[in-house]
């Protein structure tokens, strides 16, 4: 069993915006005990067209009713997830904000003993 490191993206093309940031947080976290994935709250197909490769180069969780985003109780997209092995949830950080991504990211390496990416404005 291996904690998430979720990156929750819009389901429309603004979504490539933040590539470059879930980029560096799967380059810093894709080697500790965690998962790092995609979720994104549309249909599979329209994830694909939003991703492009990246669909088939990381793990990629579709969620078209949007029910993990209401169980977390995220209203603002995109959002960065921490969720603990044993499935409670650790961190959240809604809508890009650095200082509050920071925050949950700095909470992800605190609990894999790992490096934190570090985010700018952007």
């Given at each position: 069993m291996f904690q998430l490191c979720l990156v929750i993206l819009p389901d429309e093309m603004e979504a490539t915006k933040y590539f470059p940031i879930a980029d560096e947080i799967f380059k810093v976290l894709g080697d500790a005990d965690c998962r790092t994935a995609f979720v994104v709250p549309t249909t599979s197909a329209i994830a694909r067209r939003i991703l492009g490769k990246r669909a088939d180069?990381?793990?990629t969780f579709v969620d078209p009713e949007r029910s993990l985003m209401a169980g977390l109780g995220i209203t603002s997209l995109p959002a960065l997830v921490h969720i603990r092995q044993d499935t409670s949830v650790g961190e959240?950080?809604?809508g890009?904000?650095?200082?509050e991504w920071q925050r949950v990211a700095n909470s992800i390496a605190k609990a894999m003993a790992?490096?934190?990416p570090e985010f700018k404005d952007s």
């Open positions: 180069e990381v793990m959240v950080a809604e890009w904000n650095p200082t790992w490096s934190a």
